[in-house]
């Protein structure tokens, strides 16, 4: 007899984008199978509801394509996955500054994206001018986020070395310099995209800001 494989609360939570507190009513309430082992939760992996996500996972995940995105390449791979966009994008940068596509700057693209019904948000540490300037998109400031990475459509991930800046990912008007050595992974895998939205949103919203020791950030802080 196949012996029974059980998730735990954390697990499940993550696995349904869902809080912990959210999956242990749908346990009293019997959405989700499961019983107590003292004072924690084991859920039954065979169930209808997990095994639909599971399935969705994993037939996402053996498609799933890595490609490792070295210097200029950036600007190519980016330009490619912006102008694709079709419901949302999510960035996290160091230094947000000007840079240009078909001689437009970013800001105002994103503006006319987020004008089209396309979900933008960038969070970054140095706006370099742009939190002066009204955006239709949502910029958010944080003194701490040095992390880089790029989600477009929830459907593929960067996570690598390059901000938004000309030397990174585009070319500024007003220069020709070379481009910086950049490094950065481009991926279609599920988990990992699921991951990376998770911290994304969890750094997005702020929840840090009440605790943050950060000198000098308080006029971006709640």
């Known amino acids: ?42 859920i039954d992996m065979n169930q209808p509801l997990l095994n639909e996500i599971l399935k969705k996972s994993e037939s996402k995940e053996e498609k799933a394509i890595y490609r490792y995105i070295i210097d200029s390449e950036h600007e190519l791979f980016f330009r490619e996955q912006l102008f694709s966009v079709k419901k949302s994008l999510y960035i996290a940068t160091c230094d947000f500054k000007k840079v240009y596509f ?15 019904g396309i979900k933008v948000v960038v969070k970054c540490m140095n706006p370099h001018g742009h939190n002066k300037v009204k955006q239709d998109f ?3 400031i944080c003194d701490k986020c040095h992390m880089k990475l790029f989600i477009f459509d929830e459907e593929t991930l960067y996570i690598g070395s390059a901000n938004l800046t000309s030397a990174a990912i585009g070319r ?6 070379a481009y910086n050595h950049e490094a950065g992974i481009l991926t279609t895998d599920f988990t990992l995209i699921k991951q990376a939205l998770n911290h994304f949103n969890l750094v997005a919203e702020q929840q840090e800001c009440k605790t943050c020791k950060k000198k000098g950030c308080k006029q971006y802080c709640p």
């Open 1 to 42: 007899m196949a012996r029974t494989k059980y998730y735990h609360v954390d697990e499940v939570a993550e696995l349904l984008n869902k809080t912990s507190d959210e999956i242990r009513f749908m346990l009293k309430n019997k959405d989700l199978k499961g019983h107590k082992l003292g004072r924690r939760w084991l």
């Open 102 to 116: 078909e001689g437009e700057e970013l800001a105002t693209i994103l503006n006319r994206m987020a004008n089209n």
């Open 138 to 140: 949502e910029l958010i």
């Open 172 to 177: 500024n008007t007003e220069s020709r310099r």
